[in-house]
């Protein structure tokens, strides 16, 4: 697991591109909603610091092949999971918490809190079983997540998955 911090210069600017993405209801996102299912277009451009400190974090060799935004409102969280992958593929996942109120509950990773607050940015196996706890804040909690592989872009998915 490594962490960092990332302060953003844009946030207003990164707040109005957020507020035009759509968002849809998510199996595992309980109480808030989710960009997953939905390709944000030039998403290295629009959030281009927040890539830009995720692959800074790992190996040169790593491209992010999903990019999603989650909202939690009150009392949301998300549910226990982890991220399959491929065995051939070495993979890491992260997450940027980008607005996150006070008790607006911690990420747990193997059963153990993350301790993560806004700005915080976090990388970790993604077989590691996470969730998170509610939010308990009566404001709405934005987290930025990633899925990044090692040797291998978004166009490459298609063959492994066939």
Known sequence: MIKSILKIN???????YINAI?????????NGL?????????????FKQIIKKFLSMVEPEYNIIDFWINKYFY?????KH?????????A?????YFKTPKNSGDLIISNKKAN???????IFNPNQ??????NLSKKDKIIFSVNMVKNFTRKDLNNVYK
């Open 82 to 90: 982890n991220h399959p992958t491929n065995k051939k593929l070495t």
């Open 75 to 79: 009392k949301g969280y998300v549910k």
């Open 92 to 96: 890491k996942t992260g997450v940027y």
């Open 34 to 46: 989710s960009t997953y299912e939905f390709i944000i277009k030039d998403f290295e451009i629009l």
């Open 116 to 122: 993560m607050k806004e700005g915080d940015i976090i």
């Open 10 to 16: 844009n946030k207003k600017e990164i707040m109005s």
């Open 22 to 30: 759509p968002f849809k209801e998510h199996q595992l996102v309980y």
């Open 129 to 134: 079983i996470h969730w998170t706890e509610k």
